[in-house]
Protein backbone atom coordinates (compact mmCIF):
# COMPACT_ATOMS: atom_id res chain seq x y z
CA UNK A 1 0.00 0.00 0.00
CA UNK A 2 3.02 2.22 0.61
CA UNK A 3 3.79 2.58 -3.02
CA UNK A 4 0.09 2.25 -4.26
CA UNK A 5 -1.31 5.21 -2.27
CA UNK A 6 1.05 7.71 -3.99
CA UNK A 7 0.04 6.10 -7.82
CA UNK A 8 -3.43 6.19 -6.90
CA UNK A 9 -2.50 10.47 -6.27
CA UNK A 10 -1.06 10.65 -9.28
CA UNK A 11 -4.02 9.14 -10.70
CA UNK A 12 -6.06 11.60 -9.24
CA UNK A 13 -4.40 14.33 -10.31
CA UNK A 14 -4.76 13.40 -14.19
CA UNK A 15 -8.10 12.66 -13.85
CA UNK A 16 -8.85 16.41 -13.13
CA UNK A 17 -6.24 18.20 -15.67
CA UNK A 18 -7.84 21.31 -15.26
CA UNK A 19 -8.12 21.85 -12.04
CA UNK A 20 -4.68 20.37 -11.36
CA UNK A 21 -3.25 22.80 -14.10
CA UNK A 22 -4.85 26.13 -12.09
CA UNK A 23 -3.67 25.25 -9.01
CA UNK A 24 0.06 24.12 -10.14
CA UNK A 25 0.25 27.27 -12.09
CA UNK A 26 -0.58 29.47 -8.98
CA UNK A 27 2.00 27.78 -7.03
CA UNK A 28 4.37 28.04 -10.34
CA UNK A 29 3.70 31.43 -10.54
CA UNK A 30 4.25 32.45 -6.95
CA UNK A 31 7.65 30.97 -6.99
CA UNK A 32 8.52 32.27 -10.48
CA UNK A 33 8.26 35.54 -8.64
CA UNK A 34 9.60 35.26 -5.55
CA UNK A 35 12.99 33.49 -7.04
CA UNK A 36 13.14 36.28 -10.11
CA UNK A 37 13.47 38.52 -6.77
CA UNK A 38 15.89 36.21 -5.02
CA UNK A 39 18.31 35.96 -7.92
CA UNK A 40 18.07 39.70 -8.56
CA UNK A 41 19.09 40.33 -4.79
CA UNK A 42 21.82 37.68 -4.98
CA UNK A 43 23.50 39.57 -8.12
CA UNK A 44 23.04 42.22 -6.57
CA UNK A 45 25.48 43.04 -4.04
CA UNK A 46 28.52 41.71 -6.17
CA UNK A 47 27.62 43.79 -8.99
CA UNK A 48 27.71 46.95 -7.29
CA UNK A 49 30.70 45.85 -5.94
CA UNK A 50 32.77 44.96 -8.40
CA UNK A 51 31.16 48.42 -10.62
CA UNK A 52 32.67 50.08 -7.10
CA UNK A 53 35.48 48.89 -7.46
CA UNK A 54 36.28 49.95 -11.25
CA UNK A 55 34.97 53.28 -10.14
CA UNK A 56 37.34 53.62 -7.22
CA UNK A 57 40.36 51.96 -8.71
CA UNK A 58 40.19 48.56 -6.58
CA UNK A 59 39.01 45.92 -3.74
CA UNK A 60 41.33 46.49 -1.43
CA UNK A 61 42.47 49.91 -0.10
CA UNK A 62 45.21 50.93 2.44
CA UNK A 63 44.80 54.89 3.69
CA UNK A 64 47.45 56.50 5.54
CA UNK A 65 46.61 59.52 8.05
CA UNK A 66 49.14 61.98 9.90
CA UNK A 67 47.89 64.38 12.96
CA UNK A 68 49.67 67.71 12.76
CA UNK A 69 50.92 69.01 16.35
CA UNK A 70 47.35 70.88 16.38
CA UNK A 71 45.36 68.17 15.92
CA UNK A 72 44.45 68.37 12.02
CA UNK A 73 44.30 65.37 10.33
CA UNK A 74 46.09 64.45 7.29
CA UNK A 75 45.35 61.91 5.12
CA UNK A 76 48.41 61.06 3.28
CA UNK A 77 50.87 57.77 2.29
CA UNK A 78 54.16 59.47 2.24
CA UNK A 79 55.99 55.77 1.62
CA UNK A 80 54.65 52.94 0.34
CA UNK A 81 57.61 50.73 0.71
CA UNK A 82 56.52 49.62 4.26
CA UNK A 83 52.81 48.37 2.22
CA UNK A 84 54.18 46.75 -0.67
CA UNK A 85 56.80 44.87 1.43
CA UNK A 86 53.71 43.78 3.55
CA UNK A 87 51.49 42.37 0.55
CA UNK A 88 55.37 40.49 -0.44
CA UNK A 89 55.84 39.13 2.92
CA UNK A 90 52.26 37.33 3.13
CA UNK A 91 52.35 35.92 -0.33
CA UNK A 92 49.26 37.76 -1.64
CA UNK A 93 48.66 38.24 -5.15
CA UNK A 94 46.67 41.32 -6.83
CA UNK A 95 46.25 41.80 -10.59
CA UNK A 96 47.61 45.65 -10.07
CA UNK A 97 47.87 48.30 -7.86
CA UNK A 98 46.45 52.00 -8.46
CA UNK A 99 47.52 55.23 -6.19
CA UNK A 100 44.82 58.21 -5.82
CA UNK A 101 44.34 60.87 -4.48
CA UNK A 102 41.23 63.39 -4.20
CA UNK A 103 39.91 66.71 -3.44
CA UNK A 104 36.68 68.28 -2.41
CA UNK A 105 36.69 71.51 -5.09
CA UNK A 106 34.65 74.06 -6.21
CA UNK A 107 34.28 74.07 -10.34
CA UNK A 108 34.32 77.39 -11.91
CA UNK A 109 33.29 78.20 -15.48
CA UNK A 110 32.38 82.12 -17.06
CA UNK A 111 30.30 82.68 -13.98
CA UNK A 112 28.75 79.27 -13.07
CA UNK A 113 30.01 76.83 -10.54
CA UNK A 114 29.73 73.35 -9.48
CA UNK A 115 31.07 71.56 -5.74
CA UNK A 116 32.74 68.47 -7.39
CA UNK A 117 34.93 65.54 -5.73
CA UNK A 118 38.27 65.44 -7.99
CA UNK A 119 40.09 62.28 -8.31
CA UNK A 120 43.11 61.92 -8.48
CA UNK A 121 44.63 58.94 -11.03
CA UNK A 122 47.36 58.31 -13.39
CA UNK A 123 44.98 58.71 -16.57
CA UNK A 124 47.73 57.57 -18.81
CA UNK A 125 48.04 54.47 -17.87
CA UNK A 126 44.65 53.12 -16.27
CA UNK A 127 42.92 51.04 -18.62
CA UNK A 128 40.45 49.43 -16.50
CA UNK A 129 39.31 53.12 -16.15
CA UNK A 130 39.25 53.21 -20.09
CA UNK A 131 37.30 50.27 -20.08
CA UNK A 132 34.35 51.72 -17.58
CA UNK A 133 33.75 54.79 -18.55
CA UNK A 134 32.45 55.34 -21.64
CA UNK A 135 32.94 59.18 -23.10
CA UNK A 136 29.97 60.98 -24.23
CA UNK A 137 32.49 63.62 -25.79
CA UNK A 138 35.76 63.98 -26.23
CA UNK A 139 38.73 61.47 -26.16
CA UNK A 140 41.17 59.16 -24.37
CA UNK A 141 43.92 60.79 -26.82
CA UNK A 142 43.32 64.57 -25.63
CA UNK A 143 44.50 63.23 -21.86
CA UNK A 144 47.39 65.80 -20.80
CA UNK A 145 48.75 66.62 -17.51
CA UNK A 146 46.46 69.11 -16.24
CA UNK A 147 43.63 67.06 -18.21
CA UNK A 148 39.75 66.79 -16.23
CA UNK A 149 37.27 64.60 -17.03
CA UNK A 150 33.52 65.50 -15.90
CA UNK A 151 30.38 63.94 -16.05
CA UNK A 152 27.95 64.92 -18.84
CA UNK A 153 25.15 66.11 -16.11
CA UNK A 154 28.28 68.06 -14.15
CA UNK A 155 29.46 69.65 -17.84
CA UNK A 156 25.75 70.30 -18.71
CA UNK A 157 25.42 72.48 -15.95
CA UNK A 158 28.70 74.48 -16.13
CA UNK A 159 27.85 74.22 -20.13
CA UNK A 160 31.59 73.53 -20.86
CA UNK A 161 32.74 71.55 -23.97
CA UNK A 162 36.16 69.34 -24.28
CA UNK A 163 39.07 71.49 -24.76
CA UNK A 164 37.76 74.63 -21.95
CA UNK A 165 39.52 75.82 -19.55
CA UNK A 166 38.12 75.18 -16.04
CA UNK A 167 39.20 76.55 -12.40
CA UNK A 168 39.17 74.68 -9.44
CA UNK A 169 38.81 76.15 -5.92
CA UNK A 170 40.25 73.96 -2.74
CA UNK A 171 42.23 73.57 -0.15
CA UNK A 172 45.45 72.37 0.00
CA UNK A 173 46.31 69.01 2.59
CA UNK A 174 47.33 71.31 5.17
CA UNK A 175 44.25 73.67 5.01
CA UNK A 176 44.93 76.84 2.78
CA UNK A 177 42.79 77.38 -0.14
CA UNK A 178 44.80 77.45 -3.54
CA UNK A 179 43.59 77.28 -7.30
CA UNK A 180 43.95 75.34 -10.35
CA UNK A 181 43.15 75.45 -13.82
CA UNK A 182 42.08 72.30 -16.33
CA UNK A 183 41.46 71.70 -19.88
CA UNK A 184 38.12 69.37 -19.96
CA UNK A 185 39.31 66.68 -22.17
CA UNK A 186 36.67 64.46 -22.37
CA UNK A 187 32.60 64.46 -20.96
CA UNK A 188 31.58 60.36 -19.65
CA UNK A 189 28.60 58.86 -20.19
CA UNK A 190 26.45 59.36 -16.53
CA UNK A 191 26.52 55.86 -16.10
CA UNK A 192 24.94 55.71 -12.59
CA UNK A 193 23.86 57.92 -9.37
CA UNK A 194 27.79 57.78 -8.81
CA UNK A 195 29.11 57.90 -11.50
CA UNK A 196 27.50 60.80 -12.41
CA UNK A 197 29.52 62.48 -9.63
CA UNK A 198 32.78 61.05 -10.43
CA UNK A 199 35.33 63.84 -12.33
CA UNK A 200 38.98 62.50 -13.41
CA UNK A 201 42.10 64.58 -12.93
CA UNK A 202 45.90 63.27 -13.31
CA UNK A 203 47.04 62.44 -10.05
CA UNK A 204 50.35 64.27 -10.25
CA UNK A 205 48.69 67.36 -11.57
CA UNK A 206 46.55 67.19 -8.20
CA UNK A 207 49.17 66.22 -6.04
CA UNK A 208 51.25 68.83 -6.42
CA UNK A 209 48.41 71.23 -6.23
CA UNK A 210 47.04 70.15 -2.83
CA UNK A 211 50.69 70.40 -1.88
CA UNK A 212 51.80 66.09 -1.71
CA UNK A 213 55.20 65.47 -2.78
CA UNK A 214 56.55 63.24 -6.00
CA UNK A 215 55.58 60.41 -4.65
CA UNK A 216 52.96 60.98 -2.27
CA UNK A 217 49.24 60.30 -2.57
CA UNK A 218 46.24 59.36 -0.44
CA UNK A 219 44.76 55.67 -0.66
CA UNK A 220 46.53 52.55 -2.50
CA UNK A 221 43.88 50.38 -3.78
CA UNK A 222 44.84 46.65 -4.91
CA UNK A 223 42.35 45.07 -7.78
CA UNK A 224 42.11 41.26 -7.41
CA UNK A 225 41.43 38.55 -9.57
CA UNK A 226 38.20 37.71 -7.86
CA UNK A 227 35.97 40.04 -5.43
CA UNK A 228 35.45 36.99 -3.26
CA UNK A 229 38.86 37.16 -2.21
CA UNK A 230 38.64 41.09 -0.83
CA UNK A 231 38.02 39.76 2.73
CA UNK A 232 40.94 37.22 2.91
CA UNK A 233 43.63 39.44 0.97
CA UNK A 234 42.32 42.39 3.47
CA UNK A 235 43.05 40.03 6.75
CA UNK A 236 46.12 38.79 5.91
CA UNK A 237 47.48 42.42 4.88
CA UNK A 238 46.52 43.82 7.87
CA UNK A 239 48.00 41.19 9.92
CA UNK A 240 51.24 41.30 7.98
CA UNK A 241 51.58 45.27 8.20
CA UNK A 242 50.62 44.89 12.03
CA UNK A 243 53.37 42.09 12.47
CA UNK A 244 56.00 44.74 10.88
CA UNK A 245 55.18 47.01 13.92
CA UNK A 246 52.67 49.31 11.74
CA UNK A 247 50.08 51.56 13.35
CA UNK A 248 47.36 50.43 12.23
CA UNK A 249 43.46 51.32 12.81
CA UNK A 250 40.82 48.46 14.14
CA UNK A 251 38.78 47.21 11.23
CA UNK A 252 36.33 45.79 13.92
CA UNK A 253 35.46 49.13 14.80
CA UNK A 254 31.43 49.47 15.52
CA UNK A 255 29.15 52.20 17.68
CA UNK A 256 26.56 50.47 19.97
CA UNK A 257 22.76 52.07 18.90
CA UNK A 258 24.16 53.93 16.18
CA UNK A 259 22.29 53.31 12.43
CA UNK A 260 25.61 54.02 11.26
CA UNK A 261 27.09 51.38 9.11
CA UNK A 262 30.42 49.40 10.13
CA UNK A 263 31.99 51.23 7.55
CA UNK A 264 31.24 54.64 8.90
CA UNK A 265 31.47 53.33 12.01
CA UNK A 266 35.36 52.66 11.48
CA UNK A 267 35.63 55.89 9.97
CA UNK A 268 34.62 58.25 13.16
CA UNK A 269 36.43 55.91 15.17
CA UNK A 270 39.64 56.62 13.99
CA UNK A 271 38.57 60.64 13.83
CA UNK A 272 38.33 59.86 17.52
CA UNK A 273 41.35 58.37 18.39
CA UNK A 274 44.72 59.97 18.56
CA UNK A 275 48.16 58.98 17.78
CA UNK A 276 51.80 60.14 16.47
CA UNK A 277 53.22 59.29 13.49
CA UNK A 278 51.84 57.66 10.30
CA UNK A 279 48.53 55.57 11.04
CA UNK A 280 46.95 53.22 8.19
CA UNK A 281 43.38 51.97 7.51
CA UNK A 282 42.98 48.46 5.58
CA UNK A 283 39.67 48.53 3.71
CA UNK A 284 37.50 46.15 1.29
CA UNK A 285 35.25 47.31 -1.56
CA UNK A 286 32.26 45.58 0.18
CA UNK A 287 33.04 47.40 3.76
CA UNK A 288 32.46 50.91 1.65
CA UNK A 289 29.22 49.49 -0.15
CA UNK A 290 28.08 47.49 3.35
CA UNK A 291 24.72 49.77 2.86
CA UNK A 292 24.18 47.84 0.07
CA UNK A 293 24.10 44.69 1.68
CA UNK A 294 21.20 46.12 3.78
CA UNK A 295 18.67 46.37 0.72
CA UNK A 296 19.81 42.82 -0.04
CA UNK A 297 18.30 41.88 3.19
CA UNK A 298 15.49 43.79 2.60
CA UNK A 299 14.62 42.27 -0.75
CA UNK A 300 14.80 39.31 0.46
CA UNK A 301 12.32 39.94 3.18
CA UNK A 302 10.09 41.20 0.71
CA UNK A 303 10.53 38.47 -1.15
CA UNK A 304 9.91 35.96 1.59
CA UNK A 305 6.22 38.34 2.32
CA UNK A 306 5.29 38.10 -1.31
CA UNK A 307 5.71 34.41 -0.91
CA UNK A 308 3.94 34.18 2.33
CA UNK A 309 0.83 36.43 0.79
CA UNK A 310 0.81 35.09 -2.49
CA UNK A 311 0.30 31.68 -0.97
CA UNK A 312 -2.14 32.32 1.66
CA UNK A 313 -4.49 33.25 -1.00
CA UNK A 314 -3.20 29.98 -2.73
CA UNK A 315 -4.00 27.95 0.59
CA UNK A 316 -7.23 29.31 0.39
CA UNK A 317 -7.72 27.92 -3.11
CA UNK A 318 -6.49 24.81 -2.32
CA UNK A 319 -8.45 24.30 1.14
CA UNK A 320 -11.82 25.06 -0.97
CA UNK A 321 -10.54 22.63 -3.99
CA UNK A 322 -9.91 19.73 -1.85
CA UNK A 323 -12.72 19.94 0.44
CA UNK A 324 -14.70 19.75 -3.28
CA UNK A 325 -12.89 17.02 -3.89
CA UNK A 326 -13.35 15.44 -0.59
CA UNK A 327 -17.37 15.53 -1.61
CA UNK A 328 -17.25 14.34 -5.33
CA UNK A 329 -15.52 11.39 -3.55
CA UNK A 330 -17.97 10.06 -1.25
CA UNK A 331 -18.52 7.07 -2.39
CA UNK A 332 -14.98 6.16 -3.77
CA UNK A 333 -13.93 6.89 -0.18
CA UNK A 334 -16.41 4.61 1.30
CA UNK A 335 -15.70 1.98 -1.26
CA UNK A 336 -11.67 1.87 0.12
CA UNK A 337 -12.88 2.07 3.38
CA UNK A 338 -15.33 -0.80 2.85
CA UNK A 339 -12.49 -3.06 0.77
CA UNK A 340 -9.91 -2.16 4.25
CA UNK A 341 -8.56 1.15 3.24
CA UNK A 342 -7.30 2.06 6.77
CA UNK A 343 -8.25 5.83 8.19
CA UNK A 344 -4.81 6.70 7.96
CA UNK A 345 -4.37 5.76 4.30
CA UNK A 346 -7.18 7.80 3.30
CA UNK A 347 -5.86 11.01 4.79
CA UNK A 348 -1.85 9.85 3.31
CA UNK A 349 -3.72 9.68 -0.44
CA UNK A 350 -4.87 13.04 -0.07
CA UNK A 351 -1.84 14.66 0.93
CA UNK A 352 0.14 12.97 -1.73
CA UNK A 353 -2.23 14.35 -4.14
CA UNK A 354 -1.40 17.93 -2.47
CA UNK A 355 2.63 17.25 -1.83
CA UNK A 356 2.76 16.42 -5.87
CA UNK A 357 0.96 19.39 -6.57
CA UNK A 358 3.19 21.51 -4.87
CA UNK A 359 6.07 19.38 -6.24
CA UNK A 360 5.15 20.21 -9.53
CA UNK A 361 4.29 23.85 -9.52
CA UNK A 362 7.25 24.72 -7.63
CA UNK A 363 9.59 22.87 -10.23
CA UNK A 364 7.36 24.88 -12.95
CA UNK A 365 7.96 28.22 -11.16
CA UNK A 366 11.89 27.12 -10.52
CA UNK A 367 12.12 26.10 -14.53
CA UNK A 368 10.05 29.22 -15.53
CA UNK A 369 11.83 31.88 -13.67
CA UNK A 370 15.54 30.38 -14.96
CA UNK A 371 14.12 31.00 -18.55
CA UNK A 372 12.98 34.23 -17.43
CA UNK A 373 16.35 34.74 -16.38
CA UNK A 374 17.95 33.81 -18.89
CA UNK A 375 15.87 35.61 -21.35
CA UNK A 376 16.58 39.02 -19.13
CA UNK A 377 20.19 38.71 -19.33
CA UNK A 378 20.63 38.81 -22.89
CA UNK A 379 19.38 42.07 -22.73
CA UNK A 380 21.99 44.89 -23.63
CA UNK A 381 21.06 47.85 -21.68
CA UNK A 382 24.25 49.36 -22.48
CA UNK A 383 26.83 51.10 -20.06
CA UNK A 384 25.62 54.25 -20.46
CA UNK A 385 22.58 52.85 -18.32
CA UNK A 386 21.22 54.63 -15.12
CA UNK A 387 21.19 51.36 -13.48
CA UNK A 388 24.56 50.87 -14.58
CA UNK A 389 25.95 50.04 -10.80
CA UNK A 390 23.64 47.23 -10.32
CA UNK A 391 24.41 45.78 -13.82
CA UNK A 392 27.30 43.50 -15.19
CA UNK A 393 28.41 44.88 -17.61
CA UNK A 394 25.40 46.74 -18.86
CA UNK A 395 23.44 43.52 -18.19
CA UNK A 396 21.33 41.96 -15.96
CA UNK A 397 22.68 39.24 -13.93
CA UNK A 398 21.06 36.91 -11.35
CA UNK A 399 22.13 34.48 -8.74
CA UNK A 400 19.89 32.16 -6.96
CA UNK A 401 21.40 30.82 -3.73
CA UNK A 402 20.72 27.09 -4.09
CA UNK A 403 19.96 26.13 -0.34
CA UNK A 404 17.24 29.56 -0.70
CA UNK A 405 15.41 27.70 -3.70
CA UNK A 406 15.22 24.42 -1.66
CA UNK A 407 14.10 26.89 1.43
CA UNK A 408 11.08 27.99 -0.52
CA UNK A 409 10.36 24.55 -2.39
CA UNK A 410 10.10 23.53 1.47
CA UNK A 411 7.94 26.19 2.29
CA UNK A 412 5.81 25.97 -0.36
CA UNK A 413 5.09 21.82 0.17
CA UNK A 414 4.68 22.85 3.72
CA UNK A 415 1.89 25.54 3.29
CA UNK A 416 0.07 23.36 0.61
CA UNK A 417 0.27 19.87 2.85
CA UNK A 418 -1.34 22.38 5.10
CA UNK A 419 -4.28 24.00 3.04
CA UNK A 420 -4.65 20.14 2.46
CA UNK A 421 -4.63 18.19 5.74
CA UNK A 422 -7.95 19.34 7.61
CA UNK A 423 -10.22 18.29 4.25
CA UNK A 424 -7.90 15.12 4.28
CA UNK A 425 -8.79 14.54 8.10
CA UNK A 426 -12.32 14.98 7.25
CA UNK A 427 -12.17 12.55 4.58
CA UNK A 428 -10.34 9.69 6.63
CA UNK A 429 -12.72 10.25 9.63
CA UNK A 430 -15.95 8.71 6.83
CA UNK A 431 -17.87 5.89 7.97
CA UNK A 432 -17.85 3.22 5.16
CA UNK A 433 -21.35 2.24 5.22
CA UNK A 434 -22.50 6.90 5.60
CA UNK A 435 -20.37 7.61 2.81
CA UNK A 436 -21.52 4.66 0.42
CA UNK A 437 -25.56 5.73 1.42
CA UNK A 438 -24.09 9.45 0.82
CA UNK A 439 -25.38 10.98 -2.38
CA UNK A 440 -23.35 13.43 -4.42
Not at 208 to 212: H, K
Not at 379 to 389: C, L
Given at each position: MKYIIPRIALRNLSRQKKRSFLLGGAIAFGIMIVTLINGFAGAFIENVSENFAYLMAGHVFVQGAEKTPSGKRLSVIRDDSIIFSAVRDSGLSYEFATKTSE??????????????NLTGLDLATNLFLRERVVLRQGSWDAIGPDSIILSEKIASRLNVLPGDRITASFQTLTGQNNIADFTLAAISVDSSIIGSVMSYVDLAYIN?????KSGEYMALGFMLNDLKAAEA???RLYTSMAGMGIQLFDRSANEEGSAATPFQAMIRTQRSEDWQGSRYSVYTIDDIVSQAKQIVVALDGASL??????????????????????YERIKEIGTMRAVGVQRKEIRSLFLNEALFLALGGAVAGLVLALIAMSILSL???????????I?????LSFFVPPLRAVFNVVIIAALTLLAAYFPAKAAAKMEPAVALRTAK
Open positions: VSASLFFEGKTIRQEAIGLFASIILLVLFAIVMIGINNTFRMVMIDFGMNTPAFMMKNGH
